[in-house]
T-cell receptor
Framework: GESVGLHLPTLSVQEGDNSIINCAYS??????FIWYKQESGKGPQFIID?????DKRQGQRVTVLLNKTVKHLSLQIAATQPGDSAVYFC??????????FGSGTRLQVQP | EAGVAQSPRYKIIEKRQSVAFWCNPI?????LYWYQQILGQGPKLLIQ????????DSQLPKDRFSAERLKGVDSTLKIQPAKLEDSAVYLC????????????FGPGTRLLVL
């Protein structure tokens, strides 16, 4: 399928390993953060979100960590599977009730 | 529950031509968004509707782009005339209300301007 992005930072991991994808956000006033997964030829798919009054939130195989001091967000994927291969975007709600997306990280899972 | 529908999925036009994209949001979703995603980048908001009213169109190039959501359900995005730099994926998203995080995206329309 068509690539979502050709020159994105790429994280390559072995199947079964844990993955950590990082994101720096810009607006200290942002109070809501979301991680999206985008596979080739598809729209972004919601993974997990976190509000600024929290520093950690867990989902199924995924964990989001928020460090407001350094304006850093991370997504941890446990036991990474081939189906996790995609481009991952962090997004922030800057108060306009719409999202500002980061530039994305490509995750490649090696079997 | 049906997701966000978009058509066409692909479109190839020559520069200076016109093109229109259609979006049908998830039933009952009041808020609708159009994003532009250039290859290698994250989506960028073009316009946001709440029912049939525009909430934010500050990043819409209004000299060539227009959008409407006349009955508060379906929406169309038009480009007239198209430029080479308009080549991108145009994504439509909807949410139940204005809480930004609950946006659900459609598959997008891939536009190539030659």
């Amino acid at each position: 399928g068509e690539s979502v992005g050709l020159h994105l930072p790429t994280l390559s991991v072995q199947e079964g390993d844990n993955s950590i994808i990082n994101c720096a956000y810009s607006n200290s006033a942002s109070d809501y953060f979301i991680w999206y997964k985008q596979e080739s030829g598809k729209g972004p798919q919601f993974i997990i979100d976190i509000r600024s009054n929290m520093d950690k939130r867990q989902g199924q195989r995924v964990t989001v960590l928020l460090n407001k001091t350094v304006k850093h967000l991370s997504l941890q994927i446990a036991a990474t599977q081939p189906g996790d291969s995609a481009v991952y975007f962090c997004a922030e709600d800057t108060g306009r009730r719409a999202l500002t997306f980061g530039s994305g990280t490509r995750l490649q899972v090696q079997p | 529950e049906a997701g966000v529908a978009q058509s066409p999925r692909y479109k190839i036009i020559e520069k200076r031509q016109s093109v229109a994209f259609w979006c049908n949001p998830i039933s009952g979703h009041a808020t609708l968004y159009w994003y532009q995603q250039i290859l290698g980048q994250g989506p960028k908001l073009l316009i946001q509707f709440q029912n049939n009213g525009v909430v934010d169109d500050s990043q819409l190039p209004k000299d060539r782009f227009s959008a409407e959501r006349l009955k508060g359900v379906d929406s169309t995005l038009k480009i007239q005339p198209a430029k080479l730099e308009d080549s991108a994926v145009y994504l439509c998203a909807s949410s139940l209300d204005q809480v930004a995080g609950t946006q659900y995206f459609g598959p997008g329309t891939r536009l190539l301007v030659l």
